[in-house]
């Protein structure tokens, strides 16, 4: 019994999500799915996932659907999560969470360390996001691990400077070091953490470059909604786009074998 179970994990390991949901099909609701809700704020919630009383969700992927100050109803993951639920796609396993820009000013005397920690069974994508640095003296580095509190693995990072005086060697769509780069992540953990280091001291410069950026920006955010422009980094403007907030691409499976059991049960049924 022990080594079915643990076989049946190696098997989901090693086959993937893609695969795993091509096997059991896309998974069908469960039974006495009439009370479940199937949207909130204009969301499309799909089994797995599920808003209601319990069976409208496998284990794990329970949504709240809930008031927010600005724009009424929206799902957020688990139960009083503080991850707001962009949306979900059934066909690549993964789902779109709003996140938290991180900002380092003029004015910031402290240092910065934003974690961000999701629970099982989600993961960062490594392939569907980048993290994106916004500034004219921004040394940012990004720490991945399996929860907020085992961080230190895989460290990464970038420099974004050298935006010239008033910006004049920023390009819109060139994210490749003036005012801007990015960087990828290491595959198949939990949770981040931004920290920004104080560029004069890393680079022992006493340049100021007060004058064209106030702040420097980071964030891990969903590559294919990031795209570049000058005024990021000589303004506000990446930061207000959205509220302080950007899409992140998390990867959902089924991992657990035993709920994988069941999925197949009800595809029989
Ligand atoms: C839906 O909820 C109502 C009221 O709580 C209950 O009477 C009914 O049995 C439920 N239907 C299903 C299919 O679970
Ligand atoms: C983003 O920041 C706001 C304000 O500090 C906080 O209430 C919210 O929980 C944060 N969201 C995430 C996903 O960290
Ligand atoms: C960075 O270091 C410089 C030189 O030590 C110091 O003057 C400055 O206040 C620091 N900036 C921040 C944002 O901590
Ligand atoms: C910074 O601002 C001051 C005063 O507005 C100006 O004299 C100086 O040329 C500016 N420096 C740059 C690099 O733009
Ligand atoms: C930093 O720069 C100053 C002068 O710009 C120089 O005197 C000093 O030795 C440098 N420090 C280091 C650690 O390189
Ligand atoms: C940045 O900070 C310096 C020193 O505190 C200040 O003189 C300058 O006006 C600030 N620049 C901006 C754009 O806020
Ligand atoms: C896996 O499923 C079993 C039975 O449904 C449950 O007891 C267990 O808590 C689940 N584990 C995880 C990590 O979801």
């Keep these: 019994m022990q080594l079915q179970k643990l076989a049946a994990i190696l098997l989901l390991i090693s086959i993937g999500?893609?695969?795993?949901?091509?096997?059991?099909?896309?998974?069908?609701?469960?039974?006495?799915?009439?009370?479940?809700?199937?949207?909130?704020?204009?969301?499309?919630?799909?089994?797995?996932?599920?808003?209601?009383?319990?069976?409208?969700?496998?284990?794990?992927?329970?949504?709240?659907?809930r008031d927010t100050n600005n724009g009424g109803k929206k799902p957020f993951l688990g139960h009083g999560g503080h991850?707001?639920?962009?949306?979900?796609s059934l066909s690549d396993?993964?789902?779109?969470?709003?996140?938290?820009?991180?900002?380092?000013?003029?004015?910031?005397?402290?240092?910065?360390?934003?974690?961000?920690?999701?629970?099982?069974?989600?993961?960062?994508?490594?392939a569907g996001n980048t993290f994106a640095v916004v500034g004219c003296q921004a040394v940012a580095v990004v720490g991945v691990g399996d929860s907020a509190d085992n961080i230190v693995r895989f460290l990464s990072g970038?420099?974004?400077?050298?935006?010239?005086?008033?910006g004049d060697r920023l390009a819109d769509g060139a994210c490749s070091g003036a005012g801007c780069c990015q960087t990828t992540i290491t595959k198949g953990f939990n949770a981040y953490q931004v920290e920004f280091q104080n560029y004069s001291t890393v680079f022992n410069s006493s340049k100021d470059i007060y004058n064209v950026s106030r702040c420097s920006y980071a964030a891990l955010m969903e590559s294919s909604s990031f795209s570049f422009r000058r005024s990021y980094a000589t303004s506000s403007e990446f930061f207000d786009a959205n509220g302080g907030r950007v899409p992140v691409v998390v990867e959902w499976a089924v991992r657990n074998a035993s709920n994988c059991v069941e999925a197949r049960k009800n595809r029989e049924s």
């Excluded at 991850?83 to 979900?88: M, P």
């Excluded at 920690?117 to 989600?122: L, R, V």
């Design 17 to 65: 999500h893609s695969a795993l949901l091509a096997a059991v099909g896309a998974p069908p609701p469960p039974p006495g799915s009439s009370n479940c809700s199937t949207a909130c704020g204009g969301v499309d919630i799909p089994y797995p996932f599920g808003i209601g009383p319990a069976g409208c969700a496998l284990p794990g992927f329970e949504l709240t659907c």
């Design 93 to 126: 396993g993964q789902a779109r969470v709003w996140n938290n820009i991180s900002s380092y000013c003029n004015d910031t005397s402290q240092t910065i360390m934003d974690v961000v920690s999701f629970a099982d069974p989600y993961r960062l994508s490594q």
């Design 158 to 166: 970038c420099v974004a400077t050298n935006c010239g005086r008033r």
């Design 83 to 88: 991850f707001e639920l962009a949306g979900v």
